[in-house]
């Protein structure tokens, strides 16, 4: 297995590009689905290991997929299958999101049901709520999610009781096809939410509101495949926003969107760090004084989960307390322990960590635990005394591409090498 070898003490400098969104492509490449006429192109595709694996749950289904560098070449035209296997819902859970598509298109689908994971239990009560609601039979049982629609799916009046990302775009899609209107309230208003409504309304459907907390769609008979740019990734672009500050350095990212990360830049400013916003990109200046601050994750246009760990190796820097509480999943605390192991001075206190910070971080072995608690041990190695190496990187290569070689652009000593004698840890169990 791989791992990356960091030594730490390079102040970052230079430019660094992000790429397409992982969250946003993942539902859009599922919405392609739906096009029964006409192929679909999408451009700006991150080529990140989550992109392989939808990719081959498509292709399970007879959809044909190409991929030519970052473009990816979708035709649905001919009949699918409605079924995918519990080997791509295991690799990735957003494998459920054929559900809705499929059901809308064909009035069956059939979908592995989706475990816990490493961040939490992550359940899809609301995704099957909403579909029950719009008319649809669903059956759990023996590991499988099966729904059944006679006719074609009703529009509904949907309350969703938390504003789940992963629903609110199932129902979307579902509602898309459906007949007659359906009204979604307290939905998820996430960029890639907006992303996803303007995909299918490019295909011919009829979405309004995305982005808001009421989203109406009016099911429309047929969609078409269309051409669609992904946008940009706010996490990975607030990843190297908060590598640029740790290591004191002076980084601009493109790609940023500013209005995307409104609550990552209020954060860091906070905390004393110097930040320029540009209309595709933002420049981060980082400071030897760091103030503490306190963080709450909570849903989009609150401060994101998925940046959690990454800016808490911000705070270990700062001159005081830092309280970070995570709202969204009940177990995102896993790199905790890896800070530990490195002297950070964190611990957990129910659904809070506390980080008494200044610390001098030492080198360690440490293993990510999921995605962006890989992409947090990276940047704490950053700024560690001596060697940091950081195993288990199939969790980073999930969301993050050729994340050692932008760093090493930006003037940091890091290294990925392959090493006989790691075992993953995971490598037989569910992955995401
Ligand atoms: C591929 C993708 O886009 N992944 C993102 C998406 O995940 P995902 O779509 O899985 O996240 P959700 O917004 O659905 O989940 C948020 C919370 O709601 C709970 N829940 C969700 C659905 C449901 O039916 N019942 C329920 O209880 C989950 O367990 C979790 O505690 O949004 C998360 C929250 O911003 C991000 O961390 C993930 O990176
Ligand atoms: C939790 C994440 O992704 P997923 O929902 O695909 O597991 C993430 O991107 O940080």
């Given at each position: 297995?791989?791992?990356?070898?960091?030594?730490?003490?390079?102040?970052?400098?230079?430019?660094?590009?992000?790429?397409?969104?992982?969250?946003?492509?993942?539902?859009?490449?599922?919405?392609?689905?739906?096009?029964?006429?006409?192929?679909?192109?999408?451009?700006d595709v991150p080529p990140l290991a989550d992109v392989d694996t939808i990719g081959e749950v498509l292709r399970y289904m007879d959809?044909?997929?190409?991929?030519?560098?970052?473009?990816?070449?979708?035709?649905?035209?001919?009949?699918?299958?409605?079924?995918?296997?519990?080997?791509?819902?295991?690799?990735?859970?957003?494998?459920?999101?054929?559900?809705g598509p499929l059901l809308a298109r064909y009035g069956h689908a059939k979908v592995a049901m989706p475990g816990g994971c490493a961040?939490?239990?992550?359940?899809?009560?609301?995704?099957?709520?909403?579909?029950?609601?719009?008319?649809?039979?669903?059956?759990?049982?023996?590991?499988?999610?099966?729904?059944?629609?006679?006719?074609?799916?009703?529009?509904?009046?949907?309350?969703?009781?938390?504003?789940?990302?992963?629903?609110t775009e199932n129902l979307m899609m579902a509602a898309a096809l459906a007949e007659g209107t359906t009204v979604m309230e307290n939905?998820?208003?996430?960029?890639?939410?907006?992303?996803?409504?303007?995909?299918?309304?490019?295909?011919?459907?009829?979405?309004?509101?995305?982005?808001?907390?009421?989203?109406?769609?009016?099911?429309?008979?047929?969609?078409?495949?269309?051409?669609?740019?992904?946008?940009?990734?706010?996490?990975?672009?607030?990843?190297?926003?908060?590598?640029?500050?740790?290591?004191?350095?002076?980084?601009?990212?493109?790609?940023?969107?500013?209005?995307?990360?409104?609550?990552?830049?209020?954060?860091?400013?906070?905390?004393?760090?110097?930040?320029?916003?540009?209309?595709?990109?933002?420049?981060?200046?980082?400071?030897?004084?760091?103030?503490?601050?306190?963080?709450?994750?909570?849903?989009?246009?609150?401060?994101?989960?998925?940046?959690?760990?990454?800016?808490?190796?911000?705070?270990?820097?700062?001159?005081?307390?830092?309280?970070?509480?995570?709202?969204?999943?009940?177990?995102?605390?896993?790199?905790?322990?890896?800070?530990?192991?490195?002297?950070?001075?964190?611990?957990?206190?129910?659904?809070?960590?506390?980080?008494?910070?200044?610390?001098?971080?030492?080198?360690?072995?440490?293993?990510?635990?999921?995605?962006?608690?890989?992409?947090?041990?990276?940047?704490?190695?950053?700024?560690?005394?001596?060697?940091?190496?950081?195993?288990?990187?199939?969790?980073?290569?999930?969301?993050?591409?050729?994340?050692?070689?932008?760093?090493?652009?930006?003037?940091?000593?890091?290294?990925?090498?392959?090493?006989?004698?790691?075992?993953?840890?995971?490598?037989?169990?569910?992955?995401?």
């Amino acid at each position: 297995m791989d791992k990356i070898i960091v030594s730490g003490g390079n102040r970052l400098n230079g430019t660094v590009k992000v790429e397409g969104a992982k969250n946003a492509v993942l539902p859009v490449i599922t919405a392609s689905i739906m096009a029964s006429e006409g192929k679909t192109v999408l451009e700006d595709v991150p080529p990140l290991a989550d992109v392989d694996t939808i990719g081959e749950v498509l292709r399970y289904m007879d959809v044909d997929v190409k991929r030519d560098d970052r473009t990816l070449y979708i035709d649905a035209e001919q009949e699918l299958k409605t079924v995918t296997p519990f080997e791509y819902v295991r690799k990735m859970r957003a494998s459920v999101l054929v559900l809705g598509p499929l059901l809308a298109r064909y009035g069956h689908a059939k979908v592995a049901m989706p475990g816990g994971c490493a961040i939490g239990s992550r359940p899809i009560d609301q995704h099957l709520k909403g579909l029950e609601a719009m008319g649809a039979k669903v059956e759990v049982g023996n590991g499988y999610v099966e729904a059944f629609a006679s006719d074609r799916l009703q529009g509904a009046r949907i309350y969703l009781d938390f504003p789940s990302v992963g629903a609110t775009e199932n129902l979307m899609m579902a509602a898309a096809l459906a007949e007659g209107t359906t009204v979604m309230e307290n939905c998820a208003r996430e960029p890639e939410i907006v992303d996803l409504a303007n995909f299918i309304n490019k295909m011919g459907g009829k979405v309004i509101g995305a982005g808001t907390e009421t989203i109406k769609i009016e099911g429309v008979e047929t969609l078409k495949g269309v051409t669609h740019n992904i946008i940009p990734d706010r996490i990975e672009a607030g990843t190297f926003m908060v590598a640029g500050a740790i290591t004191n350095g002076d980084i601009i990212v493109e790609g940023a969107i500013p209005a995307h990360l409104r609550s990552l830049i209020a954060k860091m400013k906070e905390m004393g760090v110097q930040i320029e916003e540009f209309d595709n990109s933002v420049r981060v200046i980082g400071t030897d004084l760091l103030k503490p601050i306190d963080i709450k994750t909570l849903p989009y246009p609150g401060f994101p989960t998925d940046l959690q760990a990454q800016l808490m190796t911000l705070t270990m820097r700062a001159h005081g307390t830092s309280v970070i509480s995570e709202t969204v999943f009940e177990n995102r605390f896993m790199h905790v322990d890896e800070f530990r192991r490195m002297s950070g001075n964190a611990k957990i206190e129910g659904r809070s960590a506390i980080v008494d910070g200044p610390t001098q971080l030492q080198g360690a072995e440490v293993s990510a635990t999921d995605l962006r608690a890989a992409a947090s041990l990276i940047l704490a190695g950053l700024i560690a005394d001596g060697h940091t190496t950081v195993t288990e990187l199939q969790h980073l290569d999930r969301g993050y591409v050729e994340f050692v070689e932008k760093l090493q652009g930006l003037g940091a000593d890091i290294e990925r090498v392959n090493d006989p004698f790691v075992m993953s840890e995971d490598s037989m169990v569910q992955s995401n």
